[in-house]
């Protein structure tokens, strides 16, 4: 009877005080300034250099270009660029090698899919990739 009494003591305690999960879904997670997320990619600065997909240690990156056009402007314009977010391992090192600043950061991180082909994320997808932004990463 005494274990009951100590049982409902702790229990009425703590419904009192202050909770510490989150509503997730509902909510969103207070992220740091600094955090890793999902890469945002501006094909409109991209200039076709291959250093991101380079410097990537796991080989997700899959970036080809073609020859501009017009006969009058130099360089390349974008192709494809594919990134396998089933082994990228969100390093950062393809925004920090970035010239022109084609890749940025975010603080999406939810890549939840049912099926391992749909982490196969294209151009499209990564340009319309606008959620979470960094601070220090919008334009």
């Not at 990619?41 to 056009?69: M, R, S, W």
Request: with cysteine.
């Amino acid at each position: 009877m005494l274990g009951l009494v100590k049982g409902l003591k702790y229990t009425l305690q703590s419904l009192t005080k202050k909770k510490v999960t989150y509503d997730y879904p509902n909510e969103p997670l207070e992220l740091p300034d600094r955090f890793r997320g999902i890469q945002k990619f501006y094909p409109e600065k991209c200039i076709v250099c291959n250093q991101c997909a380079a410097i990537c240690p796991t080989d997700c990156i899959l970036l080809t270009g073609k020859k501009h056009p017009d006969p009058t402007k130099k360089g390349k314009i974008i192709d494809t660029y594919d990134i396998n977010f089933e082994i990228c391992i969100l390093c950062d090192l393809c925004t920090e090698v970035c010239p022109t600043e084609a890749i940025v950061m975010t603080n999406n991180f939810e890549l939840a899919e049912y099926s391992r082909d749909e982490l196969f994320k294209n151009l499209e997808w990564l340009d319309e990739n606008d959620q979470n932004i960094r601070r220090e990463n919008k334009v």
